[in-house]
C-alpha cells in the first residue's frame, strides 16, 4: 500500500525467513488484511505451511532459500533470531526489498553482550553485567557484582537454554564447561516478570499495556495480562519499552522482557518479532501483535493496541520422549466458554517444546486470576499420545 | 476428535466445496485450532486458496472434483449452495466421510419453494405465499396475497438475483419472461430485517444473539449487532431460529433470516452455512460463526455465542465494470482504532461483487450507531482501481 494506498490484486506478499508458529500465527493475521505470505524453513510441512501460500524448504544459511523468498514477496521479515543478518541483508539487496525489523537488530539480539550495551545506551535500566571470557573475568565479576550471578551465553541462547546461576566458578564450569562467550549479570531479585509488545510503524510506535510472566525453568508458562502490577510500574514499564523502541531501526512488532523490582523495572531481554508473551492479543487486544507485525513490515497504519478485557494465555508445552503424536483432552478447552485453543501443527512432540496454547478471556466479568485458574486447569489436563 | 478427543499430527483435514470468501475465513477460523483445509473450486487461485493447505481446482458439478477433496478430508462441508445434493452425498458415501450440513439441508434451500414448506412444517411463521408456473397462479396469487407480491425463482437465486416486486402479470412478465418456477410471496412491510446465526453441533444446538441488516438492491449492505430491536423481539427471532434448526438435519453454521413485523418475526430465507450478517462474529462473539462451524461439522464442542460487545460490519461491494484492480482508501479502515478489515483477495473487481468487509467494534464505548456511522463512512471512501 505504502504511498499508493493499493492493496494489489494479489495482496502484497511477505516473505518470512522461519515457518514455527510464529509464522503461522503470523499468516493466520494476514489473511484477513488480504496480505500473503510465504515463507522458509527448513522442516517439510512447518507450522505456517498450512495457512501460508507457499513453504520454500531450506535452510535458514542458505542463501538460495532466502532468495527464493525473496523472489516471490514484496518485503521480507523473519520469526526467528538465528537468521544471518548480513546474508539477510545481503540477499535483500539483491532483491530490491526492504526488510524489516532492520537485520541490525538481530545483530544486537543475537549477542546479549551486545545486547545488553544496546540497552545500556539505549538508557533504559538493565541488571548489573560484565563480560566473561575465563575464569579470572568471573572472579572479577563476582568482586563486583555479587554472587550468585546470573550466567548466559552470548550466543545461542533461547527460552533459557544456555542460561545459568552459578555461585562460583566451579558451577560455572559445571554449567558451561569453557567459561568464554559469557556474559555475568548480577542476580534480580524480582517482584515479577513483566514484557511489553511494542511496535515500531512508518513514523509511529505503539506499545501494548504490560503483561505480567510466569517462566519455569525459564521457559513461558503463562502470561497475565494487563500484569497485577500498580499503575505507576505498569506506566514505568510501557515508557522503557518506548524508549528501547526509539533506540532500534526498522518496523516491525518486538518484546521486551522486563523485571519489576521494588515498584522500579529493569529490562532483561529483547526479541526483534512476535513474543510468546504477546500471544494473549490474538483475542485480548483490539490489534493483535501478528496483524500488528504485517501492518508494521508493510508501512501501514498501525491499528489499536488497547484491551478488550483481561487474557490469560497458558502454554502447551511438550513432555516426555520425542514422539509423533496428537493432543488430547482439548473438548475441556473447547467446552470451556471464552478460552480459545491454539494448536501449532507440530509434527513431533518433544519435551518443552511449544506445542500450542490457550488464552482466556471473559464471558462473565471474570477477573485475571479466575481467568489464570481456569487456563492453567486446562493446560494440566492436555496430553500427548 | 470426536469419541478418541484426538487432535492428530496433522489434524483433522476439513474438505470444503467452494472457495470464495466464506471457504477463506473458514480456513482462517480453522488454523488456531489446528484443523487444515482443502477447497474445491472452479477459479484457480480462489480467494480461499491463499489460506487453505490446498486447492483442487474444478466444477461444483464435477464429481472427480469433490472426490478429490474427498481423497484428502476426514469431513466434507460446503461453503456455497450451488451444490448437487446427491452427487456430494455419494462422493461422501464412497469415501465413508460424513457431510454436514446434511446434503437435505442443501436440497431444502436450493428451492425457495421447498424452503418455504420447510419452514412452514417446521412450525415457524413465514409469508403467504403461493407456487407460481403460469399466469393463471399468478392472478389466483394476487387474489389470495394482494398486489403487490414479490416473487421469487424457486432454484438460482443468490443475493437478490431473481427476486422482484410485481404489482401485475405483466410487471411480473418483464422481469421473468416466462412465469414458470416462480414462488409468489406476501409484500411484507417489515419494520426492520434481522438474521440469526445458528450453530447444529453434536447434540447441542447455539444461537448468536440476533442482529440487524441492512439491504440495498436486495444485497446485504451492513450489519448491526445486536439487532437495535426490543428484548421481547430479539428473543422472539432466536427462539424461533432455534425451531427451525431444530427441523434440520446435520451439523454446523446456519444463516436464519427473519422480518420483523409489528413487534412479530417472520422466516424469510435460509442458509445451511455461515453466513455475510453473521462476520460480525469474527471480532464481536467470543467465537465466530467459521469457528463454530469448523467445531460443529468435526463434532467439537460448540464456543460461546455470546458478544464481546456490539460490531457493526458494513460490505465493502464491487462497482463499475468488470475488471482486475486493487483496493484504494484502506488507510483510513487501518487507521481507525476498532475497525478490521477484511479483503477477500478476489482477483476482479465486479458491480456489487462482495470483495471485502469491515467490522467496526468498540474501544471508547462507542454505541451501534456510532460505529455504523464509522464504517459506513470508511466503506464509503473505498475505492478500486
Redesign the interface.
Known amino acids: 500500500?505504502g504511498t499508493a494506498?493499493?492493496?494489489?490484486?494479489?495482496?502484497p506478499v511477505l516473505g518470512v525467513i522461519g515457518g514455527g508458529q510464529l509464522g503461522?500465527?503470523l499468516?493466520?493475521a494476514a489473511?484477513?488484511?488480504?496480505v500473503?505470505v510465504v515463507v522458509a524453513d527448513p522442516t517439510p510441512d512447518c507450522p505456517a505451511?498450512?495457512?501460508a501460500?507457499e513453504q520454500v524448504v531450506g535452510d535458514f544459511e542458505d542463501r538460495g532459500t532466502m532468495a527464493a523468498v525473496a523472489l516471490a514477496a514484496d518485503v521480507l521479515t523473519y520469526e526467528i533470531e538465528l537468521v544471518d543478518p548480513d546474508a539477510l541483508l545481503a540477499v535483500a539487496e539483491e532483491a530490491g526489498l526492504p526488510v524489516h525489523p532492520s537485520p541490525e537488530a538481530l545483530r544486537i539480539t543475537q549477542d546479549k553482550l551486545v545486547e545488553k550495551r544496546f540497552l545500556e545506551t539505549a538508557g533504559v535500566p538493565v541488571a548489573d553485567f560484565r563480560a566473561v571470557d575465563d575464569a579470572a573475568d568471573l572472579e572479577a565479576a563476582f568482586d563486583a557484582l555479587g554472587a550468585p550471578l546470573m550466567l548466559k551465553a552470548r550466543r545461542g541462547g533461547y527460552d533459557g537454554r544456555g542460561n545459568a546461576p552459578a555461585g562460583s566458578v566451579e558451577e560455572a564450569r559445571a554449567a558451561f564447561g569453557d567459561l568464554s562467550g559469557l556474559v555475568a549479570e548480577a542476580f534480580v531479585g524480582f517482584d515479577r516478570e513483566l514484557s511489553v509488545i511494542g511496535v515500531r510503524g512508518d513514523g509511529e510506535v505503539a506499545t501494548f499495556p504490560a503483561a505480567e510472566n510466569r517462566h519455569e525453568a525459564e521457559i513461558l508458562r503463562e502470561t497475565i495480562a494487563p500484569a497485577r502490577a500498580d499503575d505507576a510500574v505498569l506506566a514505568r514499564a510501557e515508557s522503557t519499552a518506548r524508549t528501547v523502541l526509539d533506540g532500534l531501526d526498522g518496523r516491525g512488532t518486538f518484546g521486551i522482557e522486563l523485571f519489576e523490582v521494588d515498584g522500579e523495572v529493569l529490562v532483561n531481554e529483547l526479541a526483534p518479532r512476535p513474543h510468546n508473551s504477546g500471544h494473549y492479543t490474538?483475542e485480548g487486544a483490539?490489534t493483535s501483535q501478528f496483524a500488528q507485525h504485517v501492518?508494521a513490515v508493510l508501512g501501514?497504519?498501525?491499528?489499536?493496541t488497547?484491551l478488550?478485557?483481561p487474557a490469560v494465555t497458558a502454554n502447551v508445552l511438550g513432555d516426555g520422549p520425542s514422539r509423533?503424536?496428537?493432543?488430547?483432552?482439548?473438548?475441556a478447552v473447547?467446552?470451556t466458554?471464552?478460552a480459545?485453543?491454539?494448536?501449532?501443527?507440530?509434527?513431533?512432540v518433544r519435551d518443552l517444546r511449544k506445542m500450542?496454547h490457550v488464552t482466556c478471556?471473559p464471558?462473565a466479568d471474570e477477573g485475571r486470576d479466575e481467568l489464570l485458574a481456569t487456563a492453567r486447569r486446562l493446560v494440566a489436563a492436555l496430553s500427548f499420545?
Chains 1, 2 share one sequence.
Open positions: 500500500m494506498g493499493v492493496i494489489d490484486e494479489d495482496g503461522r500465527m499468516a493466520e489473511a484477513p488484511l488480504g500473503q505451511a498450512a495457512v501460500r490474538i483490539v501492518r501501514w497504519p498501525l491499528g489499536s488497547a478488550r478485557g509423533r503424536a496428537g493432543l488430547r483432552g482439548a473438548e473447547l467446552r466458554p471464552g480459545s485453543l491454539h494448536w501449532y501443527g507440530k509434527r513431533e500450542g478471556v464471558v499420545s
